[in-house]
């Protein structure tokens, strides 16, 4: 990632949810509250999973995302995503900087 600003992204295991199962915003404000407390407590290796850098337009939300971060505390962040459904659904992701990271959480829309 650029200028030492990693991202995390928690996985739908613990914190996020499917588009069939969609989460309001303030439950993603919520899961990104709790991936803040697990990143602290557990460390950010174990705590981090992978995440994908394009959206189905090509748009580097990733890249994106780590500029928002440098200039906000905290943001919403809009984007298409593929989640497990292998279908294109528009996404917006709430973020908060954690030290040198961004902690962020998804709703589908």
């Known amino acids: 990632m650029s200028a030492g600003l990693a991202i995390a992204a928690i996985a739908t295991l613990s914190f ?7 989460f309001t915003k303030d439950e993603a404000v919520a899961m990104v509250k709790k991936a ?3 990143i602290k407590a557990e460390g950010p290796e ?3 999973s992978e995440i ?10 990733v890249k994106e995302r780590v500029e928002l971060a440098k200039a906000q505390p905290s943001f919403w962040q809009s984007y298409k995503f593929i989640p497990v459904t292998k279908t294109i659904e528009p996404k917006q992701m709430y973020c908060e900087r954690l030290d040198e990271r961004a902690i962020c959480g998804g709703i589908y829309q």
């Open 16 to 22: 996020g949810a499917f588009a069939a199962d969609p």
């Open 46 to 48: 174990k705590a981090y």
């Open 36 to 38: 803040v407390a697990a």
């Open 52 to 61: 994908d850098d394009k959206d189905p337009d090509g748009k580097t939300f």
